[in-house]
C-alpha cells in the first residue's frame, strides 16, 4: 500500500528518511511581503523584515487544494496538523480528506489535530513514520498514533508575545503580559490546544529550569526529546545538554525553526516536544 504523511510547516519538519513526506507551507504576510514557508523561504529575510515593520502582519493557513496537492496518489495518508484552537490549518485539511476520499473511493485519510505545534508535530510524525516502516496497516496506525499521543506533550518559552496577541492567538489576559521587557513566558500546549501560561521567568537560567522542572513533572524519563528555536541555538543546545546530563539514554535534536513558529514563537522563542508519561 502507498503511504504518505503530510503536515503544515508548522511541525518544523522538511524531510523525512524513510517514508513519503511532504510538508504543506502556511504564508507569513508583513505588509506588502508574504512569505511562503516553504524549503526555499529566507528566514534571515523575514526576520530583517519583521524587525523594521510597524504595520500590521499575519499568517494564512493551506487552503483545501494545498493539502489535496500533498495528498498526491497516496492510498492512506496521516496529515497531522497545527491545533486546531489556533488555525483553520485541520478545518481545511479535514475537507480536503472528505473531497479526496469521495474522488478516490478505497482511500484512506486520517487527519491529525496535534493540538499543539512544531516540535510534538514531529514526535508524531517520526511515530508514524516508525509504524509505516514496521508494515503496520492503516487502521492500526490510526490507533496506535491516537495512544502515542496522549503521552506527547509541548513546552515552550517566548520572549515576546507581541504576534501571538495582534493576531487574536492568546487570551487578553496572558497578552497583557506581551509587552512587559525582559519577562520570558513559559508555557505548555493546553489539553484542548491552546496557549497556556506556566510561570514568569527573567533570565536564562530560570527558564531553562523551569521547563526541565515542567519535564519532570509531566513524567519525562529519557525518551524522545525534539527541541525547535528562533536565533537561540545556545539556550537550545543548553537544554539538551542539561537533559543529557540528567537523562544520559534520551534522544534529543535541536533545529532551527521555519517560518511560521518562527513568526510567533519570535526572536529568542524555544519549543520543546517530548515523550511524558502523564
Ligand atoms: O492559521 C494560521 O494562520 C496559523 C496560526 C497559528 C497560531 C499559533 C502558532 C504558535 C506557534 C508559538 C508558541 C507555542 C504555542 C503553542 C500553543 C498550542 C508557536
Redesign the pocket.
Known amino acids: 500500500m502507498k503511504y504518505k504523511i503530510v503536515s503544515d510547516s508548522?511541525s518544523d519538519l522538511l524531510h523525512l528518511e524513510q517514508a513519503p513526506f511532504a510538508s504543506v507551507p502556511?504564508?507569513i504576510i508583513v505588509g506588502s511581503h508574504e512569505f511562503i514557508d516553504d524549503a526555499n523561504v529566507d528566514l534571515a529575510e523575514m526576520d530583517e523584515v519583521l524587525a523594521s515593520h510597524k504595520g500590521r502582519s499575519?499568517?494564512?493557513?493551506p487552503g483545501v487544494n494545498d493539502w489535496l496537492e500533498a495528498f498526491g496518489d497516496a492510498e492512506a495518508v496521516f496529515c497531522v496538523t497545527?491545533?486546531s484552537?489556533?488555525?483553520?490549518?485541520y478545518n481545511s485539511a479535514v475537507s480536503a480528506k472528505k473531497e479526496y476520499e469521495e474522488q478516490f473511493p478505497g482511500r484512506y485519510v486520517h487527519v491529525i489535530d496535534s493540538?499543539?505545534?512544531?516540535p510534538e508535530m514531529q514526535l508524531i510524525i517520526e511515530k508514524l513514520q516508525e509504524l509505516i516502516v514496521a508494515g503496520r496497516e492503516p487502521e492500526e496506525i490510526s490507533s496506535e498514533i491516537t495512544d502515542y499521543m496522549r503521552h506527547t506533550r509541548?513546552l515552550?518559552s517566548?520572549e515576546t508575545l507581541t504576534n501571538?496577541a495582534n493576531?487574536g492567538?492568546i487570551s487578553p489576559a496572558v497578552a497583557k503580559l506581551a509587552g512587559i521587557l525582559g519577562i520570558r513566558l513559559v508555557?505548555?500546549?493546553?489539553p484542548k490546544?491552546?496557549?497556556?501560561m506556566l510561570n514568569k521567568c527573567r533570565g536564562k537560567q530560570c527558564v531553562l529550569s523551569s521547563i526541565l522542572r515542567h519535564m519532570q513533572r509531566m513524567g519525562y524519563q529519557g525518551g524522545k526529546v525534539r527541541i525547535s528555536h528562533n536565533g537561540n541555538e545556545s539556550s537550545a543546545a543548553e537544554l539538551a545538554a542539561q537533559i543529557k546530563k540528567l537523562f544520559p539514554s534520551s534522544d534529543i535534536r535541536v533545529g532551527a525553526?521555519r517560518a511560521?513558529?518562527s513568526?510567533?514563537?519570535e526572536r529568542g522563542?524555544i519549543?520543546v516536544g517530548l515523550e511524558g508519561s502523564l
Open positions: 508548522s502556511l504564508h499575519g499568517t494564512a493557513c497545527i491545533t484552537a489556533l488555525s483553520g490549518s493540538l499543539s505545534t512544531g509541548l515552550f517566548l501571538l493576531n492567538r508555557g505548555q500546549a493546553s490546544g491552546e496557549l497556556q525553526a511560521l513558529c513568526f510567533y514563537a522563542g519549543l
